[in-house]
């Protein structure tokens, strides 16, 4: 299940080529990503990839990419939430999707205002394909789990009548 929502209003998908970096800890991963997503037929192309916060300030610099496609924490640990302030400030047209095999809500919801996107690794590839084109485009894209067929409205006001009823 899956929460998309236009900033711009429904336009047509462009053919403009979309320059990608990737910074995941797994270099495997980065591969398979270059491999089946990141193409040209896709319109998209890489320009560069991380694995930590120093290589992802210093390919963003060089290549000025569309999008940047990057896990919650990367190698030596380093938290994405404690640079994407950081990243929007350096970088204010970049769109960020926030790319991780480790899908909680919990660190979803702390993205949903400052990441462009926020979804999981186990994506089959025509559907990044199409998220990076809904974000590059202004769009936003937050999946949620399957629960019990609720809407993600449904579930994120569980969450937070959840949260509610433990701090009371």
């Known amino acids: 299940m899956f929460y998309h929502a236009s900033k ?3 336009s047509a998908m462009s053919k403009k080529l979309i320059r990608v ?3 995941h800890r797994f270099a495997g991963l980065r ?3 270059k491999e089946l997503v990141l193409i040209e037929d896709a319109g998209l192309k890489s320009v560069g990839e991380a694995d930590d ?3 992802v ?4 610099e060089t290549t000025l ?3 940047l496609l990057i896990e919650v924490k990367l190698r030596y640990d380093e938290s994405t939430m404690d640079n994407i302030d950081l990243i929007r400030e350096k970088f204010p047209d970049l769109k960020i999707i926030i790319f991780t095999y480790n899908f909680r809500v919990d660190l979803m919801l702390e993205f949903i205002d400052k990441a462009d ?3 999981s690794t186990s994506v089959e590839a025509d559907e990044l394909i199409r998220v990076i084109r809904i974000v590059e485009e202004g769009g936003t894209y937050f999946t949620f789990p399957e629960r019990y067929g609720q809407s993600p409205d449904e579930y994120i006001m569980d969450l937070f009548l959840s949260s509610l009823r ?3």
């Open 8 to 10: 711009k209003g429904g």
């Open 53 to 55: 916060f120093f290589d």
């Open 57 to 60: 300030f210093k390919v963003l």
């Open 65 to 67: 990419p569309d999008v």
């Open 31 to 33: 591969e398979l990503v």
């Open 166 to 168: 433990y701090k009371l």
């Open 21 to 23: 970096v990737i910074a």
């Open 117 to 119: 996107a926020y979804i």
